[in-house]
């Protein structure tokens, strides 16, 4: 991650603080401090902050480069995107997981997959047909 910030930014404070808050230690529940080893802690103040920064240019700029007919839409490290068939977004798929293992990232495994969109038009039977994406489900 530090390569892509100082490639994208002049502030040298920025990165400083960015490195403190990938740096700090966790509290645990036994009041006991441990260094972490990656990442920023889940529900951590900073997480979505970081995500936004980071996936903007490893996910959305991407994405307009390699896939600009397919949309998208992101916050923070949750995201759908839309393909116009199974084939397409299966390749996407694996494509994003290429994509992720560059950055020393990862797919959630359980909420990764590729579903299909049924509608009035659509009526095709796939076992698949309803995801969550910011507390609604579609």
Known sequence: MMNTVR????NPWLI??????LGASIQIPNKEFVMRTKGTPQGGVISPVLANLFLHYTFDKW?????????????????VAHCHSKKAAE?????????RREFDLELHPVKTHVMYCKDAN???TYSEITF????YTF
């Open 63 to 79: 994405m307009e480069k390699h896939h600009p007919g397919k949309p998208f839409a992101r916050y923070a490290d949750d995201a």
């Open 16 to 21: 400083v603080y960015i490195q403190r808050w």
């Open 7 to 10: 490639k994208h930014t002049d």
């Open 91 to 99: 390749q996407l798929k694996s494509e994003l997981e290429y994509r």
């Open 132 to 135: 969550d994406f910011l507390g």
């Open 122 to 124: 659509r009526i095709l």
